[in-house]
């Protein structure tokens, strides 16, 4: 009889948790989107995937992500500007953004942060400088063979890999490597920008341009020409090339890295080849009411009023450039210089800008000649020195770039800045969203404040890195949503990072820094890295300025973000191996994304690419394939139009790289009919 009675009860037991499934299972899609997630933090709808292969595929529904995106109020990875709706790649893109974002900011939070992972891959060629796009996606790297030099775009998150995408020949080594996403001709694209030194008709024989290091003077600049290379490459035609769904190996994405007989799909188009008159100091990009900008600063002539200029092109014009002469400000009586005044005619130049599309300003970074002195530190006697004053100024733009000409114009407003070493190099952090154009997908950070303008100032003597934060301010304006301008009048020091006795580098970021330190001794182009530091800013304000920018409210997490660790600067390991290499082969190249807490770095004279993750990204789930097929409703579309599916080529990936896996072929329960690589996919129709 006890026996019968378990038997019953394990029958009523066994019957109810199947109405409940079932229940559970006629859930509409609409009515768990609309009416039950809104109420659901990450760590829920995370544990409802767990329960069974319905909430499974609702789990992973878009709008859900989608939503959880619009609530975050941390920094985000940008979202790409050809993310289209409908297509497959958005059943998770939203996903990895929301679990990029979060994971980074807590890992950053940390005392001290940890390596995600690691991967590498091989560049081919040596590689001579990089450029990580927002997001974390692409790589633009600067790479050369014996005798010839590229350009090279590669994509860092295909399920099987890294690997190239294109690559372009260029006249010489390229400098100042800069890559943005922007607007084209009203098309979204990635805008490659660099410099290049060529030598004249007649020059020496002996001397190679592009044997000099990106910082190098060249002595003779009558028989050296510099050049402005502008080149982009259209988003729609790098989806063709960069789908998940495409193996990387295939014939036709070969075929189509490489240019097409009618230029329909080649990546690299050159847009702009401009000579400049003088050496150059530093490369911009930058939009202007959509329209995209590249900027130059250019020494002053040979004349005995010369100036330093800005050079500034609009790209979609390049044979008209325009021409912004930087006039002297006049500052007023400071007795920390220990002269009454700063002169017009004392010696100047402009050593870093960052352009204010909003305001049609620009904002430059002045050093000033103001005099000499006796330097007690150097071995010979009586050695002088210069004495350098710094100033931030503002200046208008021109209102009409695409007309050229030349414009003067006196800076509006400046402010003395007293560093105490002497300055090499200068970094005034760009807003990753300038105009912040896909705001329906984050409409909390375009309601928020701009950032504040960091700028980093790397010294000689002492060897540190100096830290100020340009705060915006509320303009007075009649309009319900609120604006800021930046005007110099909240200037705040935030930290000095005393790198001794290495010398310290910073790559900017607008909300996380990188800072590296190579060994003092080494002055060869490829130093040796002695420490990787993650950097926090403090965001120190003045009293009568509250601006909150240290958000610990978590609205789709059930806690909060830890608080702001005290030590802002914290050594970062990469590993005994990572660091050893480093150390003994030097580092040629590195590049760093705010965004996803991702760093690529490249040992001297290499061509292996190391990439460190800092942040975790949810990668697609080759289960979504299979329950997708095999469920009813509404999770048996494939897509068959689009060809292919991004889980096949993970699983493919995997099998070739795990022998374990080799039985767990595609081919046994995937119908391979719709061939990705088939010449219907890049028909003319």
């Known amino acids: 009889m006890a026996f019968d009675n378990d038997a019953l009860a394990y029958k009523a037991h066994n019957s109810n948790s199947q109405s409940l499934n079932s229940v559970a299972a006629t859930i509409p899609l609409d009515i768990f989107v609309d009416n039950i997630s809104p109420y659901l933090h990450v760590e829920d709808i995370l544990a409802l995937r767990r329960v069974n292969k319905h909430y499974f595929h609702l789990t992973h529904e878009p709008l859900i992500w989608k939503r959880f995106l619009q609530q975050l109020k941390i920094p985000l990875p940008p979202i790409r500007p050809t993310l289209n709706y409908s297509v497959r790649s958005s059943d998770y893109e939203y996903e990895q953004l929301v679990s990029r974002a979060i994971s980074l900011e807590d890992n950053w939070r940390k005392k001290k942060p940890i390596v995600y992972s690691t991967m590498s891959f091989d560049a081919c060629l040596e590689v001579l400088d990089m450029k990580l796009l927002p997001g974390g996606k692409y790589l633009i790297a600067s790479i050369r063979d014996d005798y010839r030099f590229f350009i090279a775009l590669y994509h860092l998150d295909h399920p099987s890999g890294p690997h190239i995408l294109a690559r372009c020949q260029i006249s010489t080594k390229a400098y100042q490597l800069q890559a943005k996403y922007m607007t084209y001709k009203r098309k979204p694209v990635i805008m490659i920008a660099y410099l290049c030194r060529e030598l004249n008709e007649g020059g020496p024989a002996n001397i ?79 939009s202007q009411s959509g329209v995209a900008h590249a900027s130059v600063i250019q020494q002053a002539k040979p004349e005995p009023d010369g100036q330093d200029y800005l050079v500034i092109v609009n790209i979609e014009h390049p044979h008209l450039p325009c021409q912004l002469i930087c006039q002297p400000y006049v500052y007023p009586d400071n007795l920390h210089l220990n002269v009454n005044y700063l002169h017009p005619d004392m010696q100047q130049w402009v050593k870093a800008v960052r352009h204010l599309p909003e305001q ?213 390991e990469i590993g005994p191996e990572a660091t050893a290499r480093y150390r003994d082969h030097g580092l040629g190249a590195i590049a760093w994304d705010q965004t996803t807490g991702r760093v690529c770095l490249t040992t001297g ?67 391979m009919d719709t061939d990705t690589d088939s010449d219907d996919y890049f028909s003319d129709t």
């Open 360 to 572: 049609n300003q620009v904002l430059i970074w002045r050093t000033i000649v103001t005099g000499q002195y006796s330097d007690p530190h150097h071995p010979e006697p009586r050695r002088l020195v210069k004495r350098h004053a710094h100033g931030i100024e503002i200046l208008d733009m021109p209102n009409k770039t695409h007309e050229g000409g030349i414009t003067f114009a006196t800076p509006r407003a400046g402010r003395l800045v007293l560093p105490v070493g002497d300055v090499q190099v200068i970094h005034m952090t760009d807003d990753v969203w300038p105009s912040h154009e896909r705001s329906d997908l984050a409409p909390q950070a375009s309601l928020q404040p701009p950032p504040p303008i960091s700028v980093y100032i790397e010294m000689m003597n002492p060897h540190c890195i100096d830290h100020l934060h340009i705060w915006p301010e509320k303009a007075r304006t009649p309009e319900t949503k609120p604006s800021y301008i930046y005007n110099l009048r909240n200037i705040t020091k935030q930290t000095r990072h005393d790198a001794r006795p290495d010398i310290g580098h910073v790559l900017p970021g607008v909300f996380r820094s990188l800072i590296y330190t190579t060994g003092s001794t080494d002055r060869t182009a490829t130093p040796f890295l002695t420490s990787l530091r993650r950097y926090i800013s403090p965001e120190f304000q003045h009293n009568n300025y509250p601006l909150e920018r240290v958000q610990r409210h978590s609205a789709v997490e059930r806690n909060n973000y830890a608080r702001m660790p005290y030590n802002v600067y914290t050594k970062l």
């Open 208 to 286: 190679d341009p592009a044997k000099f290091a990106n910082n190098a003077t060249v002595d003779l600049p009558a028989q050296i020409t510099h050049f402005l290379n502008c080149v982009h490459v259209d988003l729609s035609t790098l989806d063709l090339l960069a789908g998940a769904h495409r193996d990387p190996t295939g014939f036709e994405t070969t075929k189509h890295k490489l240019l097409s007989s009618n230029n329909r799909y080649k990546p690299f188009m050159p847009v702009v080849r401009l000579p400049l008159e003088t050496p150059t100091a530093q490369l911009s990009l930058y």
């Open 605 to 671: 004279g290499g061509s292996i690419i190391e990439v460190i993750d800092f942040s975790y990204a949810a990668l697609p789930d080759e289960r979504f394939l299979d329950w997708k097929m095999t469920s009813p409703g509404g999770f048996e579309r494939i897509d068959q139009e689009e060809g292919g599916n991004e889980f096949v080529v993970a699983r493919r990936a995997r099998s070739k790289r795990d022998p374990d896996l080799e039985g767990l072929g595609v081919d046994e329960d995937v119908d």
